[in-house]
């Protein structure tokens, strides 16, 4: 972890914490990114990092005119939600490292071998999560693990997918703690499912190198809202 990722991460934790005891609360304006260097007494590229982490995080979000925005949703009753156990925060890391591993090169092959058949359960998977997800405001937790699992089934590797089905009680336990605030996050639920659709055009359009890509992004993202909640976390 470098120097600069520590003070970002440090930055957005305290902000995030500002955000949670209300001296932001939902719907105000953050201070612009000169007001903040100034109070956190750093340069401007930790500033833009961390708000951009909280913005992947969907603590906050960016209006038409500038400025950062804290999430109407965010609340007190949010914050209580977040709670996860040293055991788990082991758990999840330790699926992640695995997930960085095998997730994008499963695009990157997925791009390759799909079938027809299995680019439409793809898409018929991501109907759900966007009625889900978007329309119903859930975490989607199923349709995301289906997503994820019919990427794998594509790629025609029996190694890929055995590995998958030795995990699935671990990626259904990390992935229950991990979306659960995503419930209370519009902004965030929306960029899920716009990072699971980019993942599937690159898919479709059998481009291995913009899937590999895609699915990198998304991973990370997550990453970043975990390292946000999780004190233990780090990427």
Do not use: W
Not at 66 to 81: C, D, I, L, M, P
Not at 158 to 184: C, D, F, G, H, V
């Amino acid at each position: 972890m470098s120097q600069k990722e520590s003070v970002s991460r440090t930055i957005a934790r305290k902000l995030l914490n500002m955000i949670e005891t209300g001296h932001f609360p939902p719907g105000s304006k953050l201070p612009t990114e000169k007001e903040l260097t100034a109070f956190f007494s750093v340069s401007r590229a930790p500033i833009r990092e961390a708000l951009s982490m909280l913005r992947a995080a969907g603590f906050i979000n960016s209006r038409q005119g500038g400025g950062s925005y804290v999430e109407e949703t965010t609340n007190s009753t949010f914050f209580q939600h977040m709670h996860v156990e040293n055991d788990d925060v082991e758990t999840i890391k330790h699926l992640f490292e695995m997930r960085k591993v095998l997730e994008p090169e499963a695009a990157y092959l997925a791009a390759l071998r799909r079938t027809p058949e299995q680019l439409n359960k793809m898409k018929q998977i991501l109907m759900i999560m966007e009625e889900e997800s978007i329309g119903q405001g859930t975490s989607a937790m199923k349709a995301d693990i289906d997503f994820h699992s019919s990427i794998i089934r594509a790629t025609h590797n029996p190694i890929m997918i055995q590995t998958l089905e030795s995990l699935s009680s671990l990626y259904e336990k990390a992935l229950n703690i991990t979306l659960r605030p995503n419930e209370q996050l519009t902004l965030k639920r929306k960029t899920v499912y716009h990072e699971h659709q980019s993942i599937l055009l690159a898919i479709e359009s059998e481009e291995p190198d913009l899937a590999k890509l895609q699915c990198q992004i998304h991973l990370r993202n997550a990453e970043k809202k975990l390292s946000l909640f999780l004190q233990d976390y780090s990427v």
